[in-house]
């Protein structure tokens, strides 16, 4: 299964340069008040394509950027590498990375990133070697890899404060609905109900 294996910051909110590797099975954040575990999570929801800053905590996108000693730095960027071992992401490199960069004028891009095997020459022995290679990307095609392993910034696979409050309060029916959405069974209902149509 396709899975959330690091967590790259540069000056995002309250990281300078963070690299958090993420080990199989459960995680947890656990830190003091204002040490940043909130804004990891903020971090993960912005290269998922988040389109509204306040729901990340910022009144602009390019407050995301670290500010300190009265100074912002120039841009803000995350990536997220997910284990592509299966698959299951349409990208042919076991490591994918996907990152989403704010500039302080506003400007928001995405990039794929992958591992691809190159051949080195060094005299006459050629070598192979793994090389991240790094592309443009429209936030599109993201959402379209993501979608592939079910991850979805507004879905509810992210929980968010306050949302459980917002399921347990919700009709037995919504709540059906929301499980369906997380197992996947939605899509499957809507190409059925696409299909009756036709
Ligand atoms: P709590 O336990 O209270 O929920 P937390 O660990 O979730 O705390 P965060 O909300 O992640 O904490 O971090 C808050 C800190 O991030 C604050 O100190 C805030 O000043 C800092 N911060 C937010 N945006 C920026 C920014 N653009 N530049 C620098 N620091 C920032
Ligand atoms: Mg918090």
Request: proline share 2%; hydrophobic share 35%.
């Amino acid at each position: 299964m396709a899975s959330l294996s690091e967590i790259h910051m540069k000056n995002f909110k309250s990281f300078k340069n963070a690299k958090l590797k993420i080990q199989n099975g459960f995680t947890a954040i656990l830190g003091p008040n204002g040490s940043g575990k909130s804004n990891t999570i903020d971090g993960i929801c912005f290269v998922l394509g988040k389109t509204s800053a306040k729901s990340l905590r910022a009144g602009k996108f390019n407050q995301l950027i670290t500010y300190h000693g009265g100074k912002r730095e120039t841009f803000a960027e995350v990536t997220l590498y997910f284990n592509n071992k299966d698959r299951r992401m349409p990208v042919d490199s076991d490591k994918v990375g996907i990152s989403r960069k704010v500039k302080i004028n506003g400007d928001n891009n995405y990039y794929l990133l992958w591992d691809e095997e190159k051949e080195v020459k060094e005299g006459v022995v050629i070598k192979r070697i793994k090389e991240e290679q790094r592309k443009k990307v429209k936030k599109s095609d993201i959402l379209g890899i993501i979608g592939k392993i079910s991850l979805n910034a507004d879905g509810f696979n992210i929980i968010l404060q306050g949302d459980l409050i917002k399921i347990i309060d919700t009709t037995p029916n919504e709540r059906r609905k929301i499980i369906d959405e997380i197992s996947g069974v939605a899509e499957f209902d809507e190409k059925g109900e696409k299909a009756t149509k036709e």
